[in-house]
T-cell receptor, first 116, second 115 residues
């Protein structure tokens, strides 16, 4: 069974600094997608970044980037120049790449605190 | 272009009552997914529906829970005879299709509190 593990229940970062959130996953598939979602206090789930497993290049979206290590099954999120608005729960998620697969499997989340 | 709409945003029920949660997918989307988030946990898949069809309900409790997505109108997640353990946030997502390239867009969720 596929599982997603986020080992950091809470992280703290100083405004303008950089923070890295960890995520590991377990799968026997070779083709899949990985996601990072942000859930602010409003509880809306917002897609931050997506990585296709077949792509070697790490995905980047402005201040957000990932370090995708396929062999190690690791998918960490780096937030640069942290802002107060980045404070939220962050969830790592996995989805198999087959067309028939649609379930997103989420980790338990990491709460990010941003200190002014 | 409105996103995924869910209502109500907050719902309070007493034990034994019924809860009905509604989800209107994004315009043009015919695939709907329901997820449940228990306190301090990640989201867990419940059910996947297309118009008038339940495709996969493997994540749904066998009793008291049902879902539908009629030809017209929103998708409905129905919980009969609610218990305290049903208290959670229920999220709906929709996509254009089920193929790998189709992103699931999430609604704002319905927070159900059972007294």
């Amino acid at each position: 069974a596929q599982t997603v593990t986020q080992s950091q229940p809470e992280m703290s970062v100083q405004e303008a600094e950089t923070v890295t959130l960890s995520c590991t996953y377990d799968t026997s598939e070779s083709d899949y997608y990985l996601f990072w979602y942000k859930q602010p206090p409003s509880r809306q789930m917002i897609l931050v970044i997506r990585q296709e497993a077949y792509k070697q290049q790490n995905a980047t979206e402005n201040r957000f980037s990932v370090n995708f290590q396929k062999a190690a099954k690791s998918f960490s999120l780096k937030i640069s120049d942290s802002q107060l608005g980045d404070a939220a729960m962050y969830f790592c998620a996995y989805r198999p790449g087959m067309d028939s697969s649609y379930k997103l499997i989420f980790g338990s989340g990491t709460r990010l605190l941003v200190r002014p | 272009n409105a996103g995924v709409m869910q209502n109500p945003r907050h719902l309070v029920r007493r034990r034994g009552q019924e809860a009905r949660l509604r989800c209107s997918p994004m315009k043009g989307h015919s695939h709907v997914y329901w997820y449940r988030q228990l306190p301090e946990e990640g989201l867990k898949f419940m059910v996947y529906l297309q118009k008038e069809n339940i495709i996969d309900e493997s994540g749904m409790p066998k009793e008291r829970f049902s879902a539908e997505f009629p030809k017209e109108g929103p998708s409905i997640l129905r919980i009969q005879q609610v218990v305290r353990g049903d208290s959670a946030a229920y999220f709906c997502a929709s996509s254009l299709g089920r193929a790998r390239v189709n992103e699931q867009f999430f609604g704002p969720g319905t927070r159900l509190t059972v007294l």
